[in-house]
């Protein structure tokens, strides 16, 4: 499996999720399977009647989720603006009811599942990200799953004393966070800032 589908399977495995592979095979002609990476069931979800789910979903708001088709696109190099998104068509055909219908019978009568699609990052300029956003929804995306988030929610989730033999992704994390290569983000809100050239050191009181 690509390491950006095993990130998300991860991903969603650390949740609680059972997920299915659409499919383990390469057919030359199954162009609309090939859209859809996952199905996923969530067996413990705890939705809140009255409260909409985010848009870009976080972990916790993932907790949330029921069930879902799942769409992975890895361009990490790529932002997703309104602009890449108009020009970028077949980020939605997982989507369309002829792709989403059979992939949502594999979850066996789940309620209303939503389509998700994992992406590399949105525009952080606020206009350009609810233009993109609106353009998602447009073409009948649910929500999104950004691959930071994942990636924080699986770094989070690795122990330096645990043996991942299992899993060739969390052991290589394991052993970067166990190296230092990976902190956790709120311990670097203690380390000190390096001080620029000649700005000399705070008076002592």
Known sequence: MAVNETIVREFFELHGFLVRQQRKFVAPNAHDEEEIDFVVLNPHAAPVPDEPLPFVLSSTALARVESAVVAVRGWHSETFSPRRLAHSPELFRFAEEAVFAP??????????????????????????????????????????????TALAGLVAHVETNRNYQKSELLQTLRVLKNYGFLREPQLELFRPRRRSRGVPPPASP
């Open 103 to 148: 992939a949502a019978r594999a979850l066996g009568g789940a309620r209303c599942p939503l389509k998700i699609l994992v992406v590399p990052a949105l525009p952080q300029a606020e206009a350009l990200r609810s233009q993109s956003i609106e353009l998602l929804r447009r073409h009948g995306v649910d929500a999104v799953i950004p691959f930071p």
